[in-house]
């Protein structure tokens, strides 16, 4: 095999409406003579996502890794990582030697992908002394704060904080309005910002630094970029930047809006949660259940 000059890694779970997305930007890069290779992730998907697949694996295209141990994780920030360290093994078990390491979320953040001279242009940007990492903006915000941090900020404990407002739409909405839209704001810029650590949906590495990472920690769950991006950030002594040119579409769950809009969003998400899904099978035996 050619050596390759991207490795893809994402997990997808019900993800069949935007996977056809992100084939399409394999193909455009390898319609350039890029050699590209994908690791998929997959596990418990209910739309159709596993056998999509399938069917890219046994054409040749993708590699789909199994990550049913995923869901024997109830903490989400755990499972994730476990995921995702999970794909970072098969990459370096494949013993591939890319230039350059993609991460990604394939889900609607990828519903209209980068430009492939967008995503050339990040690449280069890693040939910079000093930089490990350079990942996406988006429009009309930079929406991961989860993910993000320079030396003035930190969200680590954002998900403890929005936790105590929950119980309250108001006050849930108040703290968005004044905790989590002036920062997503002020993270979205035509220049370049250097930071510790971000995500933002799409991440490039330089794939000789990304082996040096790990996304498991012991300890208190936060965001696992934030965990592989510090541990990278201490280890090389590095910095990343959020590329104003490498633009992905804010994700709808993402995006800021007013409290109307708001408050249904999250009845609706509400409504949906597996959770409650199961208490209203129990208590209605025999009736559809909502979004079955």
Aim: proline share 5%; glycine share 6%.
């Amino acid at each position: 095999m050619m050596r390759p000059v991207f490795v893809f890694l994402s997990l997808a779970r019900d993800c069949a409406a935007t996977i056809p997305s992100f084939l399409d930007l394999l193909a455009a890069l390898r319609s350039e003579g890029l050699s590209v290779v994908a690791f998929i992730g997959e596990n418990g998907s209910r739309d159709g996502t596993r056998e999509l697949l399938q069917r890219e694996e046994a054409s040749g295209r993708i590699v789909l890794v199994p990550t049913p141990f995923m869901a024997g994780e109830r903490d989400r920030l755990k499972r994730m990582a476990l995921g995702r360290e999970r794909l970072k093994s098969e990459f370096e078990a494949a013993k591939l030697e890319p230039r350059f390491v993609c991460v990604l979320d394939i889900d609607n953040v990828i519903a209209r992908p980068p430009s492939i001279a967008a995503l050339l242009a990040a690449a280069a940007k890693l040939e910079r002394q000093g930089i490990f990492g350079v990942s996406a903006t988006s429009r009309p915000h930079y929406y991961d704060l989860l993910a993000f941090q320079d030396d003035h900020r930190s969200f680590d404990t954002l998900l403890e904080d929005l936790a105590g407002s929950r119980s309250n739409i108001f006050a849930y909405y108040r703290f968005f309005r004044s905790r989590i839209y002036p920062h997503q704001r002020a993270l979205t810029d035509d220049r370049e910002i250097e930071c510790a650590s971000t995500f933002n949906g799409l991440c490039l590495y330089r794939a000789d630094a990304y082996r040096l990472g790990s996304y498991l920690q012991p300890g208190p769950s936060i965001c696992e970029h934030l965990v592989f991006n510090r541990r990278l950030a201490a280890i090389t002594g590095a910095r990343m930047l959020i590329d104003p040119g490498l633009i992905l579409h804010t994700p709808v769950d993402h995006s800021q809006q007013s409290f109307l809009p708001f408050a249904w969003r999250r009845l609706r998400k509400l409504v949906a949660s597996p959770r409650l899904q199961a208490g209203l099978s129990i208590k209605a035996p025999g009736s559809s259940t909502v979004g079955s």
